[in-house]
């Protein structure tokens, strides 16, 4: 019973303080409370910081705004709004889109790099993991504004360009469009795909790839039966950590997006900032969070139904 | 049970699970409460805080508080004074607050601000009075809510270099096709919508009508497809036209004066239609945690050094006549100013006080023109 072999004199008298304390008994006996106990600031946090916030964002995307306060008569008409109006469908369809090619192009661009460290660095891995995350030791802001100058009319890349008289005058879609949104998005979120894509490339059993090419087949059929589909949940892990977070950005779009690249989330900020219309921002999130879970389950629908096919 | 006993546990390999989880218990304790601590000891030698507009989040403009108070105060910063005053309106509390003629009197009754006591501002004998007297300010009720600051225009930057004029200085400028995608405008109705209407040839005073808002909305989706971009950043803007990846831009009188200075060959224009007129001031709210603080806030603002850093660096007026005294008719005029606020300000259109609605209209019609429908 002594909590320590370095003083037993201790030990015994907390010994007898359980046996006293209701509640030492109580904490004692009870497996279940031991552990909400444990679990106690992490449920505060996430009660006062997730679960309630949710609660009022539906309370509120049933109200309505009335000058400068809210009615809050219960009704759908914020939903029916978002239905009935196109400027949502747009604005989800572009962040939609804007965030789908992002996570393609991040993946596609992450995946090589995640195989090659788990497949052909042998020494030093941790430091290839360490050097790729580099770039996001920096803040996010300042990965945008990095992209500003790079893209920008007097850029890295116009100016290189206009120096090697490859072009006359400087490419303006570069910026303030949403090809800028989605490179920077794509580069901005590197880190998200590198590292689970790497994990479950790093578990494949080794062996596995020796009898398939043992059984005859070539690198391109060991890959795409082997190596791809055991990689899938990496893939998967991903996409998820991808998509759901940049559907929803704001300050990239903000700041590179110019009039056409705007996403969903600028609109939201601006229901909460100058439109002064809380209910509908709170119907706006709420609408893209259903959106999002119900791509991300058709999404998880379909390449399961791959996973099996291919194996 | 001290940190020694279990380290020596630990490395005895002895140390009991409840002695762990009682340590992690502490631990996720202490990192619980470690914020509160933090907070209380920051209070004591806290600075006034300053909302403001983006760009007056400047040393120059509070040398006399630095003197006195040691430090900067804390700022704060907004793109539209909308967006400012739902901020407040959802709890964030400030000491001293910079809105401007037109959204005063709504700011007003929020009843988020206290009117200000005028003999504790040494400065305020020197104060243009025509900037005190606006309607819902000193005009009605006999409070002074807001302290005038600085005033100024909305009119056009454009660079004379690569912006070819057709006929005289007109707001039609923003609306050339031939610069289509090199224009650019700042993002918020409060400044832009108002533009439009001057170039929709809409008198201020049936700004709130039917015909109003479709006339203004034509215009101004017939403006987005040239804009480059919409931004509350100056900056943004003056590095566009310093760059020439725009050819002309809406903007604010600090602007040309900035990229002049910097020898870019900009002009701020004077269109013939007339541009853009406003009052910025200061307002201290009613539960302002540092009051004293906050009045040094407005007698650093209201001196005569900062005003001239105004009119010279920033080309804006200034709400202290003397701060006038070291300029000569002519370098004020080149300014787009003039000792008399008032022959600048009834020469352009004034912006004046509209309703909530108004304002929530008009923002909710111009986010959508922006977002293209």
């Known amino acids: 019973m002594a909590d320590t072999s370095l003083s037993p004199a201790e030990a015994r008298q907390s010994a007898e303080r359980i046996k006293t304390s209701w509640f030492s008994a109580l904490l004692y006996r009870s497996e279940a409370l031991r552990g909400y106990l444990l679990m106690s600031p992490t449920i505060l946090i996430l009660t006062i910081g997730i679960i309630i916030p949710f609660f009022i964002l539906v309370a509120m995307s049933l109200w309505t705004r009335d000058g400068f306060g809210f009615d809050t008569t219960l009704t759908m008409a914020n939903y029916a709004r978002t239905w009935e109006e196109p400027i949502f469908g747009a604005l989800l369809q572009r962040s939609f889109w804007i965030s789908g090619v992002a996570t393609v192009a991040t993946i596609l661009v992450c995946y090589p790099m995640a195989y090659y460290v788990a497949f052909h660095v042998h020494k030093n891995k941790m430091m290839w993991i360490i050097l790729m995350t580099l770039p996001f030791w920096t803040s996010y802001l300042l990965r945008v504004f990095a992209w500003k100058v790079i893209l920008g009319y007097e850029g890295v890349i116009n100016s290189g360009f206009m120096s090697l008289g490859l072009i006359e005058a400087p490419l303006e879609f570069l910026l303030y469009s949403q090809t800028a949104v989605i490179i920077t998005l794509a580069h901005a979120w590197a880190a998200f795909a590198i590292l689970p894509m790497y994990v479950s490339l790093e578990k494949i059993d080794k062996s596995l790839l020796e009898a398939a090419t043992d059984l005859g087949d070539g690198p391109v059929a060991r890959f795409l039966r082997i190596t791809l589909p055991l990689s899938m949940p990496g893939i998967i892990a991903a996409s998820f950590l991808i998509f759901i977070p940049t559907t929803g950005d704001y300050i990239t779009p903000a700041l590179l997006g110019g009039p056409d690249g705007a996403m969903i989330g600028n609109f939201i900020q601006l229901q909460f900032g100058p439109v002064n219309n809380w209910p509908m921002g709170a119907t706006l999130s709420i609408v893209l969070m259903l959106w999002i879970s119900a791509i991300a389950l058709v999404f998880l629908f379909v390449t399961k139904k791959a996973q099996d096919k291919i194996a | ?373």
């Open chain 2, 1 to 373: 049970m001290d940190v020694v006993d279990q380290l020596g546990a630990v490395r005895e390999g002895k140390l009991s699970r409840r002695a762990f989880t009682k340590g992690l218990l502490a631990s996720g304790v202490a990192m619980a409460t470690v914020p509160m601590g933090a907070r209380q000891a920051r209070a004591a030698g806290e600075q006034a805080t300053y909302f403001t507009w983006g760009g007056y989040d400047i040393p120059e403009l509070f040398q006399a508080y630095q003197e006195k108070n040691g430090e900067l105060p804390n700022f704060s910063v907004f793109g539209a004074s909308e967006e400012a005053l739902t901020k407040m309106r959802g709890g964030f509390v400030v000491d001293v607050a910079h809105p401007c003629n037109a959204g005063m009197p709504r700011w007003v009754s929020t009843g988020l601000f206290q009117p200000i006591d005028t003999s504790r501002i040494a400065a305020f004998g020197d104060v243009i009075p025509s900037l005190v007297d606006l309607p819902g300010n000193d005009a009605e009720g006999g409070n002074i809510w807001m302290m005038p600051f600085d005033w100024g225009q909305t009119s056009i930057t454009y660079r004379t270099d690569l912006f070819e004029l057709e006929g005289e200085e007109s707001w039609d400028m923003l609306w050339d096709k031939r610069y289509g995608g090199r224009l650019g405008s700042l993002a918020s109705g409060g400044d832009a919508w108002w533009c439009g209407a001057i170039k929709a040839g809409i008198d201020f005073e049936n700004l709130d009508s039917e015909d109003a808002f479709t006339k203004i909305a034509a215009v101004m989706r017939e403006q987005r497809p040239l804009i480059r971009v919409y931004t509350d950043d100056t900056t943004t803007l003056e590095q566009a036209l310093s760059s020439g990846e725009m050819a002309a831009a809406m903007t604010w009188n600090s602007s040309a004066t900035l990229l002049k200075s910097e020898g870019i060959p900009v002009k701020f224009a004077d269109p013939k239609e007339g541009a853009l007129t406003w009052v910025c001031g200061v307002m201290i709210h009613k539960d302002a945690p540092n009051i004293d603080r906050a009045y040094d806030i407005i007698e650093s603002m209201l001196s005569v050094e900062t005003g001239k850093f105004m009119i010279n660096d920033y080309g804006y007026g200034h709400s202290n006549a003397k701060s006038f005294a070291e300029f000569d008719a002519e370098t004020l005029a080149g300014l787009g100013l003039s000792t008399n606020p008032d022959d600048i300000l009834s020469a352009g259109h004034f912006q004046r006080p509209m309703t909530q609605d108004w304002e929530t209209r008009m923002n909710e019609t111009f986010e959508q023109i922006k977002a293209g429908f």
